[in-house]
């Protein structure tokens, strides 16, 4: 059973606030409402020496280890995802989920803890799932059946120079193919392509270098982290932001801190919002 209350360190002062409905509380729809313009937004759970993934123990590439995932991180993930019109992922989740090493980004109606979740989204109106957009180069992955034939839009965000064929097979297969740059993906290109189809609420979901190529074209507006109090070491070395030098470095606004001591066997965690500066 989740122990609900933690603590809020700032804005001060300090006060002991309930864990469920944390992040709904940043309603991040109204925010986007304010600004008149899309909001970026993505979430990483980090170990105090700064990784956020390992190596899959079976299988290629990389994986959120289980000394620092837990339920309580979890449930936060959730309510930030539960707020989005779309989720921006990668050809790697959607290759993953074809070979059921991965899960639904938004799980909440598959678990009974999150039912308040999906009465949230039904409340305002919205579909069950968020739409989904790819980022991808290569576009070397399937186009899951059950995701358009639930009448979720998929979005796949590309170059101008990726293969023309997979691009035809993939709008085949019910996915919009934008072109969002020449040689690679342009950060802002693609979030200004989604804002121009009414998307106000984007959850940037996946991994290092898309969110690196955001952070270079300051498109993103938040950044949430889970600090789990473990340290791992390994290599290689998988930090939030994987790239080239950001130049200038990004500047981010502490706007949200919190302690809860309950996490990983009581040895705790922080959960952090930055805003973009």
Known sequence: MITETIWQLYPMPAREVSLKGLYLRHELRRV???LGRPLVYTDYVVSIDGRIA?????GKGMTVPKATSNERDWRLFQELAVQADIIISSGRYLRDYAEGQ???ILSVYDDPRYEDLGQWRADRGLPNYPDLAIVSGSLDFPIPAFLT???RKVLILTHGQSDKERRRKLEDEGAQVIVTGDEDVSGRQAIDALGERGYQTIYMATGPHVNH?????NALDRLYTTVAHRLLGGEPFSSLVEGDLLRPAVGMRLHAHYFDPHALD?????FVCYERE
């Open 32 to 34: 986007s409402e304010e």
């Open 266 to 270: 009581g040895l705790g965690q922080q």
């Open 54 to 58: 390992i190596p899959r123990t079976e």
């Open 213 to 217: 190529l955001l952070l270079a074209d």
């Open 102 to 104: 991965t899960q639904e």
């Open 149 to 151: 034939q639930s009448g």
